[in-house]
Nanobody
């Protein structure tokens, strides 16, 4: 399994921006589909965005389309989530995750997870 470590979370005002990073260990990173999920207190973990192995295809939850951008740098073993126009409802712990399969965006489809990074948006 790949080891994942997120960073970049913090406190931001509504309308602001953050960029999350997720660094992966090992040489297998380019073989993984990567995703971002969010989990608010008392809620289930929800899909946010995914990117395929080459970075050529992306997929987003409707709630973040046009505001968030997922990208990856396979040379740096890193996946990013650029978050713009943040809203109070974006407040959650954000997790990056790795999967071998493109096209399934449930948490159960992703086998490796990071520890999460907190994003808090103040209104």
């Amino acid at each position: 399994q790949v080891q994942l470590v997120e960073s970049g979370g913090g406190l931001v005002q509504a309308g602001g921006s953050l960029r999350l990073s997720c660094a992966a260990s090992g040489r297998t990173f380019p073989f993984y589909v990567m995703g971002w999920f969010s989990q608010a207190p008392g809620e289930e973990r929800e899909f946010v965005a995914a990117i395929d192995r080459s970075g050529g295809r992306t997929y987003y939850a409707d709630s973040v389309k046009g505001r968030f951008t997922i990208s990856r740098d396979n040379a740096k073993n890193t996946v990013y989530l650029r978050m713009n126009s943040l809203k109070s409802e974006d407040t959650a712990v954000y997790y990056c995750a790795a999967s071998f399969a493109w096209g399934s965006y449930t948490a159960a489809s992703f086998g490796s997870w990071g520890q999460g990074t907190q994003v808090t948006v103040s209104s």
